[in-house]
């Protein structure tokens, strides 16, 4: 027989709650049990619920209930006997989740070959007119991705030119082939390693900043009013970010390029006591013209790459927070990845040239 006040502020006092829980949760054989609740001064849902559990979700047989009790017990008696529907699996679920990626995919690429129409439109229009060009808009872009990335970009090249002339090294030296180490790092950094750390390091660092800016302005609707005041997106906005980032790209190469050869050359003195005069002398017959020349084509390539998307991305982010941060994410990730496609394409087609 159950007496007093059960009710949540009665119940949630120190202990009484967890007291309660652990009676009812000792008793055998609860269906058998003889049930008197009408000796309860008071009962909310808490209290009626706690009952419930204690019967499996069923009233016991010998139950004894106050008239005012039955309202409550029937209501919660009615929600347990209400079946959720179950959620059906496709067999087609895959192929509708594949051919719904191919159509996203084909849909985003129409409208990535729309914006690079659009870009050829306004250099032609800058070319045509450049005095009435967004001069300023270019400058501030080369400024914030080129000028602001110089030391992050130094950094990592000393570190990555210090950590592969260290490991080449290592295996050279078993070799005899002390010399060849020159060949190795000027190979790896000015043809591959320069172009794809700095776009890499570009892409995390200036896309995002650039999908994040015109985000915002969705949000802000700074986009509708600039269209609103007769202003193009692609002349004011997206070309300004386009030829700075080509302009920027290569220059960064070159700085990148250096600071990671200059970290090869304080490593292979450590390691291999080869002078710096040694290594400067030795590089340019180890590494052919051309593949400078290739390194700079792969870096105005991937800054044009990266500023495309990260304007295609961020037009098209929608006017909530959760879209801008998913638009950002997905803006780094897909730049990164073209950039490494662009750079296996260079490496198929330039494969017998600078060797």
């Known amino acids: 027989m159950a007496s007093g006040v059960w009710q949540v502020h009665a119940l949630s006092r ?3 709650l967890k007291e309660i829980t652990g009676k009812l949760a000792t008793l055998q054989d609860k269906g058998a049990c003889k049930w008197d609740l009408s000796g309860i001064e008071s009962l909310d849902h808490i209290g009626a619920q706690m009952f419930w559990n204690a019967w499996n979700k069923r009233r016991p047989a010998r139950l004894t209930l106050d008239p005012r ?11 347990s006997a209400i079946q959720l529907p179950r959620h059906r699996v496709s067999p087609l679920r895959y192929i509708i989740v594949l051919g719904s990626g191919i159509l996203n995919f084909f849909e985003h ?20 007119r450049p005095q009435t060009g967004p001069w300023r808009e270019i400058s501030a872009n080369i400024y914030h991705a ?53 776009a890499i390091l570009v892409a995390g660092r200036s896309g995002s900043s650039i999908t994040a800016q015109l985000g915002v302005m969705r949000v802000t609707e700074e986009l509708d009013a600039m269209l609103v005041m007769g202003i193009s997106h692609g002349y004011r906005l ?67 790459l990266i500023a495309l998307i990260s304007c295609h991305y961020g037009l098209r982010i929608k006017a909530n927070t959760e879209s801008l941060g998913r638009g950002t994410t997905t803006s780094v990730v897909t730049a990164i990845t073209v950039v490494i496609l662009a750079d296996a394409v260079y490496a198929i087609i330039f494969s017998g040239v600078g060797f």
Do not use: C, H
Request: glycine residues 12%; proline residues 3%.
């Open 14 to 16: 120190r202990g009484t």
């Open 109 to 128: 690429l129409r409208g990535f070959v729309g914006l690079i129409g659009v870009v050829i439109q306004d250099l032609g229009r800058f070319l045509r």
């Open 238 to 304: 997206i070309m300004p970010k386009v030829i700075a980032l080509a302009i920027s790209m290569p220059l960064l190469v070159v700085w990148t390029d250096a600071m990671a050869l200059i970290g090869g050359m304080v490593s292979a003195k450590i390691e291999l006591n080869l002078s710096f005069r040694y290594f400067l002398q030795k590089l340019p017959d180890a590494v052919p013209v051309v593949n400078y020349t290739i390194g700079l084509l792969k870096g105005m390539t991937f800054g044009i």
């Open 69 to 79: 009790q039955e309202e409550l017990f029937g209501r919660i008696e009615k929600a």
């Open 146 to 198: 080129g000028f602001q990335a110089l030391g992050i970009t130094a950094l990592v090249g000393f570190l990555i030119g210090i950590v592969l002339s260290y490991l080449s090294s290592q295996q050279l030296r078993t070799f005899g082939g002390d010399s060849y180490l020159v060949n190795i790092l000027g190979m790896s950094v000015i043809r591959e390693l320069g172009p794809l750390l700095a």
